[in-house]
Each structure stands twice: as structure tokens, then as C-alpha cells.
């Protein structure tokens, strides 16, 4: 499974993930998990707002420099691990935790 954003997505790839409006994700989904997608699919999903889609497998490779949502979270670990004791930090980085890992496509399927 895969998050990348929309301009990277093909036809033939298979949604690993429910897609949801950002504005309404407690709503129905626009498409199901499993969804083979099409082109007119993606530009109907692009013009939606939706900026990115978890598909299966890894089938692009990250651009040189971008960091994956594991190595971010990773990041996130190290940079608060001198202060896990104090419990406003440790609310500090779950409140990080939860913006890295929506802005990265996650979140509920």
C-alpha cells in the first residue's frame, strides 16, 4: 500500500483505500476500496479537491528527498524522545503523529 499524490496516479492502479471528501470524511465515500481506477476517474477525483490516494502495492518509487510517512513518524520518535516523560510533549506529538499522518493520505479506510 502506497500514498502518493493524485498527479502520480495511473489508470490500472487499485485504490487500497476508500477515497473521502476532505470536507465531509465522516460522509460516503466517492469511490470503495478495491476500485480499479480510470482515467476519467482520476480527473473526476483531481477536480473534487483530492490531492492524494492510497493505492496497492508501491508502485512509484519516492521522488530523491521525499520522505515516506514511516520515515517521518521515525523523525518525529527521535526528535521527541528526550522529553517522554513530560506529559504536554508526548500530547504535543500525537497532536504531529495525527498531521503527519493525514497530511500523508491516512487516516480511517
Known sequence: MQTIPIALVEPEMVLA???KRADNPQGPPICGKGTVLTFPLIERL???GI???T???QPVAAPEG???VDELLAGLDRRFSRVESIPLMQRLKEIYRAIIIRSQGGGSD
Open 55 to 57: 493505492v496497492e502495492g
Open 17 to 19: 483505500r476508500a477515497v
Open 66 to 68: 521525499e520522505k515516506g
Open 51 to 53: 490531492k492524494t490516494l
Open 46 to 48: 483531481r477536480n473534487l
